[in-house]
């Protein structure tokens, strides 16, 4: 799926139904007549509805029907998918990650998705053997192998250690030494395939905007390689100095993930501990109302959330501004206010003054969870760029 695609989202105008499903055909609730999904759509459904002001009611409805038939009229190939359909709206993602089932009304509901884009962040692997290197990019569940990069040379000019015969002592130690000379010949082309390939690596991960990505191969060729990139990218680059010949693109992907896992927990744990640290610096705001606050006057360069942020928010229907109070009258301009969840209104504010989002979980969410669930760095902060903040991973051969 193109990412350009997601860029545009937050711009749909309402109304939009968003369904986020898990259509997944392994999933044994999937496995029935009707499916299991088409169950749970026609349940929310009518749940949501009830919810629905009567006035857009018939809008809904219409556009719940619009959801029903098109699940109905295919057979997903996908794990999840997440549709958005509206009057001037329809935009469906087949996704091969697991979702949560998820139905909302009004703007587009785009927290889960920023949580799969940012927890399913396009990495890579680069997989060094004797044929060469080979690249793979991981982006929302799927692996994509690269072009190449062969270690060859033509061989046709040099000497040949067998062309000498053994006719003398003399002769044949000769022939020894010409069978050295190939072997330290072949050596040093492959020296000069490393220092090659640790200058294509970083233009290859910076093209694609991948982070991390993973070196594996002999313990020293990865550790010449890891020595010759240069410093800022090799705090970009997990190690793991394990042979893995001729392995496919889905093996490797399944051998990765894990590790793929732990780096990420281990960043965002680093960023959390980092943003927390920063409060009171003049560098960063922690919690719900400093963040809103600083976001809605242009003041916010970097959203830091836990993953499951809930609630919902006051906000003027004249001239915008929000907080969360339960006054029903707006304390900028008088004028009334309605209700939004921070479900949808967190990444809508971040499109809106191009501030880039970081979802955290685990460990890391569960802290930032005891702070308010949300943070932000500021602008006129200096902070290091994402692939600066963590030293080298080197992972053990086990």
Not at 10 to 21: E, G, K, Q, R, S
Not at 115 to 143: I, K, M, Q, S, T
Not at 325 to 345: F, M, N, Q, Y
Not at 366 to 375: N, Q, R
């Amino acid at each position: 799926m193109p990412r350009f695609k997601f860029a545009r989202l937050p711009h749909l105008p309402p109304p939009v139904l968003t369904a986020y499903l898990d259509v997944n055909p392994g999933n044994p609730r999937n496995q029935s007549t009707p499916r299991g999904y088409l169950k749970w759509l026609k349940a929310s459904g009518q749940r949501l509805g009830r919810e629905v002001p009567s006035e857009g009611r018939p809008t809904f409805r219409a556009q719940l029907r619009r959801i029903t038939r098109h699940l109905e009229g295919m057979r997903p190939r996908s794990r999840a998918l997440v549709l958005f359909s509206g009057p001037e709206v329809w935009e469906e993602i087949p996704l091969q990650v697991e979702v949560t089932d998820e139905l909302h009304w009004g703007n587009p509901s785009l927290q889960q998705m920023a949580w799969l884009l940012d927890e399913h962040r396009p990495r890579g692997a680069v997989v060094l053997d004797g044929n060469g290197a080979r690249f793979f990019r991981f982006y929302l569940g799927a692996v994509t192998e690269d072009p190449p990069y062969r270690f060859s040379f033509d061989i046709s000019s040099w000497r040949k250690p067998y062309l000498v015969g053994p006719s003398t002592s003399r002769v044949s130690k000769q022939s020894g030494i010409e069978r050295d000379r190939v072997s330290a010949r072949v050596a040093q082309r492959r020296k000069h395939f490393l220092t090659e390939l640790s200058q294509r690596i970083p233009g290859w991960a910076k093209d694609a905007d991948l982070s991390p990505v993973i070196l594996i191969g002999g313990g020293s060729e990865v550790d010449t390689i890891r020595s010759s990139v240069p410093g800022e990218f090799r705090r970009n680059l997990v190690v793991l100095p394990k042979a893995l010949p001729q392995i496919s693109s889905a093996a490797i992907s399944k051998r990765l993930q894990p590790i793929l896992e732990e780096w990420e927990r281990e960043y965002e744990k680093k960023v959390v501990n980092e943003i927390v640290s920063s409060e009171g610096s003049g560098q960063a705001v922690i919690g719900l109302d400093e963040t809103l606050d600083r976001l809605q006057r242009g003041l916010v360069r970097e959203l830091v959330i836990s993953r499951g942020l809930n609630g919902s928010v006051e906000r003027c229907t004249k001239c915008g501004w929000m907080e969360k109070s339960a006054s029903s009258t707006c304390p900028v301009c008088g004028s009334r206010r309605e209700t939004r969840t921070l479900r949808t209104l967190i990444p809508e504010l971040a499109a809106q003054h191009s501030v880039a989002m970081e979802v955290v979980a685990g460990p890391a969410a569960k802290k930032l969870s005891s702070v308010g669930g949300i943070a932000a760095w500021l602008r006129t902060a200096r902070r290091r760029p994402r692939d600066k903040v963590n030293a080298p991973l080197i992972l053990s051969a086990g």
